[in-house]
């Protein structure tokens, strides 16, 4: 007669005797779960990271750090683990595995490897040793990579001429960005196949595509002194923008003569693609993070609401010298009025004391927000550096109504933003703007009504030849608005000056923070840039 295994399994007054002729019976009849159940739940613990749930599933409890060993040392960005066929015993078992481990800024890497495991407790476990993390993995023993990377690439304008050589002018390095030693923090962020104290980009588009330029170094995956994969690296993709070397220089020669902080950002109508950004003052980049209320160049938003509504170019409005609207008293710059004028020329002449009413009366403060936001206020901007996106608040009464219908209020907006409303104006549809064309954007292409924009091309024609950038030099052909934006507080405010507008497919904006009167100031310095072009 076979030897048998007798266990008495007690609960509370009952008492259960079980006998079995061989030893595995036991195990079949009373082993909670499989070795595939538990081999499964250890791996997909695996796979996300969670000790915890890896540690539960031991038989002997102990700390998993060669775990995070491994992920901190090849930047481990995610792990699949593929079980195999179960190879079972009496009381052990295994279950080969294949884990793929993607590895930050280098590729894949695929192993096989064995998890064995144990019946404790008439519970299947995992029998974990350092073998089952990697065959070769001992104790003591360190994963670590040696990179070699490729030689990085190029920043160029949209002429595919290089910018990134530290020779550009400063608005143009003020985009590019430069390189600078990684420390600690750029390695944690970046991951480790880079090492501190190598080159990395620091600002501009050098830190915002550095991956794309740095390319995939060749990487050996090393545990101690053994090299355990080789994986190829891949040439990095040079960064194309949209910046026009003849629309920078021209941009550059417009601001470089004025004594105030001045910016002008130019872009094509009929793409957003950004053709010029200058500064003539570095550190704080105004043409992108400016956040200047846009004084009067908003008025042409408004007009495009108005236009909309059903008021004409041609239609009779009055301009007169003062007007109070849910109690703001409102005036025209210089106290200006001219009576009983056409809607054109209320516009050419900036008359405050007609939009207001207007804008109450035809519009009202969704409709406002609306129209702002077709062309482009409260939208993400993606341009490939940080900008800053302009900002329309829905008016909360009918004075905060009034004030955002000629631009002030809490509206602001940098360069960038106004010189896209100008292309929105120029080319019939807002489009994102942006500095590198094949980046993807977040916002969508805003169509505006084809009536609109025709009426709105006259009345900033009107503008140039006959209004308040009469006497700037503007070429022909030349469209614009201008723009006396007040700041600050107290009885006598300072004002921005600002100019936008579009010439063919150019559409450009111009702010001079402090520097008055936007057809005096601001409109020569567009004359400047359209000459030059």
């Known amino acids: 007669m076979a030897r048998g295994r007798t266990i008495a399994i007690v609960s509370g007054a009952t008492v259960l005797v079980v006998g079995a002729a061989a030893g595995g019976a036991y195990y079949v009849l009373h082993t909670r779960g499989t070795p595939a159940q538990t081999a499964q739940r250890f791996a997909a613990a695996w796979q996300a990271g969670d000790k915890?749930?890896?540690?539960?599933?031991?038989?002997?409890?102990?700390?998993?750090?060669?775990?995070?060993?491994?992920?901190?040392?090849?930047?481990?960005?995610?792990?699949?683990?593929?079980?195999?066929?179960?190879?079972?015993?009496?009381d052990r078992a295994s279950v080969p595995y294949t884990a793929t481990l993607n590895l930050k800024n280098i590729g894949a890497w695929t192993y096989q490897g064995t998890i064995d495991l144990v019946v404790a407790d008439r519970t299947w476990k995992v029998d974990w040793k350092p073998a089952t993390l990697h065959p070769s993995l001992t104790g003591g023993a360190a994963f670590s990579l040696t990179t070699k990377w490729p030689q990085r690439a190029e920043i160029t304008d949209a002429d595919g001429d290089r910018i990134d050589t530290g020779t550009v002018g400063g608005s143009v390095q003020q985009l590019v960005g430069y390189l600078s030693k990684a420390t600690k923090k750029d390695v944690a962020r970046l991951g480790s196949s880079y090492k501190v104290g190598q080159a990395v980009g620091f600002d501009g588009l050098q830190k915002a595509f550095q991956e794309q330029l740095a390319g995939t170094p060749a990487t050996e995956i090393k545990l101690g002194d053994k090299t355990l994969e080789t994986i190829e690296g891949t040439e990095g993709e040079p960064v194309q923008t949209s910046l026009d070397p003849r629309a920078q220089a021209a941009a550059v020669t417009a601001v470089k003569e004025m004594k105030k902080p001045t910016s002008l950002v130019a872009i094509k109508a009929s793409t957003g693609e950004i053709l010029a950004v200058v500064n003539n003052v570095g550190g704080f980049n105004?043409?992108?993070?400016?956040?200047?209320?846009?004084?009067?160049?908003?008025k042409a938003v408004t007009a495009i609401g108005l236009l909309d509504a059903g008021v004409a170019p041609q239609d009779t409005v009055t301009c007169p010298k003062n007007v109070n609207v849910g109690g703001l008293s409102i005036r025209n710059s210089d106290e200006e009025s001219f009576g009983s004028i056409s809607f054109l020329d209320s516009f050419a002449h900036s008359c405050n004391t007609t939009f207001a009413p207007l804008a109450k009366s035809k519009l009202g403060a969704e409709k406002l927000l609306d129209v702002a936001e077709d062309v482009g206020f409260n939208q993400p901007l993606n341009i490939?550096?940080?900008?800053?996106?302009?900002s329309f608040p829905k008016a909360t009464s009918d004075a905060e109504l009034a004030a955002e219908s000629f631009g002030q209020?809490?509206?602001?907006?940098?360069?960038?933003?106004?010189?896209?409303?100008?292309?929105?104006i120029a080319d019939g549809a807002w489009r994102p703007p942006t500095l590198v064309p094949s980046i993807k954007q977040k916002a969508k292409e805003r169509k505006l009504p084809e009536e609109v924009t025709s009426g709105l091309h006259t009345m900033m024609s009107a503008v140039v030849t006959k209004g308040t950038a009469k006497s700037a030099g503007l070429p022909a052909g030349t469209h614009g608005k201008t723009g006396t934006a007040e700041y600050g507080t107290g009885e006598k405010l300072d004002s921005h000056?600002?100019?936008?507008?579009?010439?063919?497919d150019v559409a450009f904006a111009v702010v001079v923070e402090g520097g008055g009167g936007g057809g005096a100031v601001a409109a020569p310095v567009a004359a400047t840039f359209l000459k030059n072009l």
């Open 52 to 90: 915890g749930a890896m540690t539960a599933e031991l038989a002997m409890p102990q700390q998993l750090t060669a775990y995070d060993q491994q992920r901190t040392a090849l930047a481990v960005e995610s792990t699949a683990v593929k079980l195999g066929r179960v190879t079972e015993g009496d």
């Open 286 to 298: 105004r043409a992108l993070d400016g956040r200047y209320p846009p004084g009067s160049t908003f």
């Open 384 to 390: 490939g550096v940080p900008a800053t996106k302009a």
């Open 409 to 424: 209020a809490r509206i602001t907006a940098s360069p960038l933003s106004i010189a896209s409303v100008a292309a929105a």
């Open 497 to 504: 000056a600002w100019f936008m507008g579009f010439k063919g």
